[in-house]
């Protein structure tokens, strides 16, 4: 098992900053990747970015060039720093880790963290 726990959601102003972190504990060995997903009211979860460790980084176009992905690997932690934030970036902010416990593909999810953008 492995739990996830996210933080540094909050209020901000447009053109505002945070940086959301998530970190992880238990049986995270196996785990090569994650990423951040995000829902808005009444919308799907959406991914904002995602992380193979040691490989790739890949962003949603809204995400690109405001965002970034990083993992600290001895920490076991997960950031996503998020710059020049819009109003349209509020939403329940997910941590997602891609594990590979046994062979099998497992996807663990944090709580989520409130990120509101006020204009």
């Known amino acids: 098992q492995v739990q996830l726990v996210e933080s540094g959601g909050g209020l901000v102003q447009a053109g505002g900053s945070l940086r959301l972190t998530c970190t992880a504990s238990?049986?995270?060995?196996?785990?090569?990747?994650g990423g951040w997903y995000r829902q808005a009211p009444g919308k799907q979860r959406e991914l904002v970015a995602y992380i193979v460790t040691g490989v790739s980084t890949d962003y949603a176009e809204s995400a690109k060039g405001r965002f970034t992905i990083s993992r600290d690997n001895a920490d076991n932690t997960l950031y996503l720093q998020m710059n020049s934030l819009i109003p349209e970036d509020t939403a329940i902010y997910y941590c997602n880790a891609e594990c590979w416990p046994g062979g099998r593909r497992r996807d663990y999810w944090g709580q989520g963290t409130q990120v509101t953008v006020s204009s």
């Open positions: 238990g049986s995270s060995s196996s785990c090569i990747a």
